[in-house]
C-alpha cells in the first residue's frame, strides 16, 4: 500500500491535539497507515538503565519520544513564495530520458508526485 506522504517530507498536522503544527516525517509504517512526525504527539515513555550490546551505557529516567498518528491527520507543505502552504498530493506520468549500460539512450515514463496547488514536482 502507499501513501500521499514519504519520509522527509513537509508536513502540517490538520487534526488532533497538535493541530496546526508544522514538522518532517521520520518514520512511515505503511501497513498500519501511521506516520510519525518530528515535535508532534510527544508522549513520556519510562527507560530502564542499562547497557547496549556494544557496552554504551544507556540513561534511565522519563523520556519524550514521538509517537504516531495517522496518516488522514497530516497533509503535505511546499513552498509557494516563501511562505509554506497546504497542498493535496496528485500523481503524473511524465518521459524521463535515461542511459542504458552501453550507453544509448531511451525514453521511458515514471510515476511522479505532483503539488496540486502548484502543478510542480515534489
Given amino acids: 500500500m502507499s501513501l500521499h506522504v514519504k519520509k522527509g517530507d513537509l508536513v502540517r498536522v490538520i487534526s488532533g491535539k497538535d493541530k496546526g503544527v508544522t514538522g518532517e516525517i521520520i518514520a512511515v509504517d505503511a501497513e498500519k497507515q501511521r506516520v510519525t512526525v518530528q515535535g508532534v504527539n510527544l508522549v513520556k515513555k519510562h527507560r530502564r538503565e542499562g547497557q547496549t550490546p556494544n557496552g554504551r551505557k544507556i540513561e534511565g529516567g522519563i523520556i519524550n519520544v514521538e509517537a504516531p498518528i495517522h496518516v488522514s491527520n497530516v497533509q503535505l507543505v511546499v513552498k509557494v513564495d516563501g511562505k509554506e502552504v497546504v497542498t493535496r498530493v496528485g500523481y503524473e506520468r511524465r518521459e524521463v530520458t535515461k542511459?542504458?549500460?552501453?550507453?544509448?539512450?531511451?525514453?521511458?515514463?515514471?510515476?511522479?508526485?505532483?503539488?496540486?496547488?502548484?502543478g510542480e514536482e515534489i
Fill in 99 to 118: 542511459k542504458r549500460a552501453d550507453g544509448s539512450e531511451y525514453k521511458a515514463m515514471r510515476s511522479v508526485r505532483i503539488a496540486r496547488k502548484t
